[in-house]
């Protein structure tokens, strides 16, 4: 690991007047001393937000505050976030394990990076860590790697569940800055890879996430279901977030969907809820919604299972929450 | 280098360290407490799980500078002097090992579990505080790895423990 000097910031305000060039915020530590460790992390200042007062879980009026530094299992531990975001809690749940959900933070899990096998090894090309040095995954191995938004540049995948459960319900995203502070709605913090897949998201030099809002809960049933290689500790394959609320009727009234595991980013299957609002609860019109997001899905050879699995994954999932 | 403090089993400890230091390297190699192992150092065998402050953590994933007066408890001091903790009791009761290297990361993340409150991804209602059945044992411990593949043993051993009440390290 490159040396680098290390600090503990005692307010937001610190920590961002420590940033210089070179510089990287430590929370939890779960997958950035990883990537140190790996090299393909080479910071020369370390910034350790992980203590800063940004660690509770508050309501404000119907919406619900969410400090950065919260730990994930404390996040889907809070009675408000089980009761009345169960599938918050359900997608903290699903990722990772008892000891990393312990040590990793709400902001350190937005911020992880992919896990794309040639990203995190540094005697490979690879265009996010190293910009201009190619992509062997689309040659290679892209198994686990990304059927919509991807560039010729980058098929990675975002691998946090939190941000698909986040994206469905629409979250915000609180960010201070040396640009001052601003809002960013979810999945609005994050970006497809285009032509610059070094970035993930949109934040700038030393911008620091301190919060995440949920607005009032929708209308509905939720559920956060996750297909991976094995039961647990693994990263998804493919994954969803839904929200449906069913009238007296049988009609759609409202629908929340996103999908993890299939791009750079959490995808909020923006077509599938239109084709399923007004819509008459069947399978059919859960296949119908199902293809009008997927339509758009260009897999590659070794991912072409993912687009399947994700239409059965979105017709199972409706089905399940409509009975 | 940079100075921290850290109570380690009980007693308290002032060390200089490089920031590089993961607390797992510091507990072997600076302290001599080699019952936390290096499996994979990365964070996916559990077999380095240690308290912090009471909750399980992976020791190679932390940076030693970042736990400044912070509380850690290894396998060594899960024990009373002579007398075994439950868990290492029951360990040896039900044959929850074989070779023995993940044990003292079993151990501690099983300790750390029990103390933990709330649901799991495999507890149907999220609200109720959900009884540990073996199902909940086997999701919760999901990020401690056995090669030898004593898991049947380990589930038996934490639900004899957990059959108790909870038990704090």
């Given at each position: 690991m490159r040396p680098f000097e290390y600090a503990l910031a005692t307010s937001p305000a610190d920590a961002v007047s420590r940033y210089q060039p070179g510089t990287m915020y430590l929370g939890g530590g779960t997958n950035l001393v990883d990537l140190m460790r790996l090299g393909v992390a080479e910071p020369q200042y370390l910034v350790d937000v992980s203590r800063l007062p940004l660690d509770t879980v508050e309501p404000v009026g119907d919406r619900l505050r969410i400090g950065a530094a919260v730990r994930n299992s404390d996040l889907a531990a809070h009675p408000l976030v089980r009761g009345r975001y169960p599938m918050l809690a359900r997608s903290v749940l699903a990722g990772a394990s008892g000891q990393i959900r312990n040590q990793a933070t709400v902001a350190g899990n937005l911020l992880q990076r992919t896990r794309c096998p040639y990203f995190q090894d540094v005697s490979k090309a690879c265009n996010k860590r190293e910009p201009g040095t190619g992509c062997p995954a689309i040659e290679g191995d892209h198994s686990n790697l990304a059927v919509v938004g991807y560039s010729d540049e980058c098929v990675a995948t975002h691998p946090s569940d939190m941000a698909v459960a986040l994206t469905a319900l629409d979250a915000e995203v609180h960010v201070t800055g040396p640009r001052g502070d601003r809002v960013l709605q979810m999945p609005g913090l994050y970006r497809l890879p285009g032509g610059e897949p070094q970035f993930d998201t949109v934040l700038g030099p030393g911008d620091l996430i301190t919060a995440v809002e949920l607005p009032e809960p929708p209308p509905g049933v939720s559920a956060y279901r996750k297909v991976r290689e094995r039961a647990s500790f693994a990263f998804a394959l493919v994954s969803i977030a839904a929200v449906l609320d069913v009238g007296g009727d049988g009609v759609i009234r409202d629908c929340r969907m996103a999908l993890g595991g299939l791009a750079h980013m959490p995808w909020r299957a923006e077509s599938a809820e239109e084709e399923l609002i007004g819509a008459p609860v069947s399978d059919e019109a859960f296949a119908r919604a199902a293809e009008a997001e997927l339509y758009r899905a260009r897999p590659l050879p070794r991912n072409a299972y993912k687009v399947p699995l994700a239409r059965r994954l979105i017709v199972h999932t409706l089905r399940e929450l409509a009975t | 280098m940079a100075e921290i403090t850290l109570q380690v089993n009980g007693e308290q400890r002032t060390l200089s360290v490089d920031?590089?230091?993961?607390l797992l390297d510091l507990l072997r190699e600076r302290l001599g407490l080699t019952g936390s192992k290096k499996g994979c150092?990365?964070?996916?065998?559990?077999?380095?799980t240690v308290l912090i402050d009471g909750r399980r953590a992976n020791s190679c994933l932390a940076l030693a500078v970042a736990q400044d007066g912070r509380d850690i408890t290894t396998v060594e001091g899960l024990a009373d002097g002579e007398r075994l903790h439950p868990l290492q009791v029951a360990f040896i009761e039900h044959d929850a090992f074989q070779c023995g290297y993940c044990t003292p990361g079993q151990l501690c993340s099983a300790a750390g579990m029990l103390g933990e409150a709330g649901p799991s991804?495999?507890?149907?209602?999220?609200?109720a505080d959900p009884e540990l059945t073996a199902e909940e044992i086997r999701e919760r411990m999901s990020g401690n790895l056995c090669r030898c593949g004593a898991y049947a043993n380990i589930v038996s051993a934490i639900s004899a423990i957990s059959a108790v009440g909870a038990v704090k390290p």
């Open positions: - | 920031p590089r230091t993961s150092d990365h964070g996916q065998c559990g077999a380095c991804y495999v507890t149907e209602d999220l609200l």
